[in-house]
């Protein structure tokens, strides 16, 4: 996949020189920032899912609660 986006100069700046510190190309770095976040994002799932329940949880026990 080909995806291309514009960077105002002092990110495009930014860029540049940390792909060189790390000796990859620009493209290469923003192509592995962006895997790292896809995976970083579905790695959290698990734990959204589990933070959605518990906070079902607490809004029904804060309901019975407030029924007293």
């Known amino acids: 996949m080909t995806i291309s986006f514009q960077l105002d100069q002092p990110s495009e700046i930014a860029l540049q020189q940390e792909a060189a510190?790390?000796?990859?190309?620009?493209e290469q770095l923003a192509a592995d920032i962006v895997k790292r976040?896809?995976?970083v994002r579905a790695d959290d799932a698990p734990f959204q899912q589990a933070m959605n329940a518990s906070l079902r949880?607490?809004?029904e026990l804060l309901r019975r609660f407030a029924k007293r």
């Open 21 to 26: 510190g790390l000796g990859v190309t620009p």
């Open 37 to 39: 976040h896809l995976l």
């Open 57 to 59: 949880e607490n809004e």
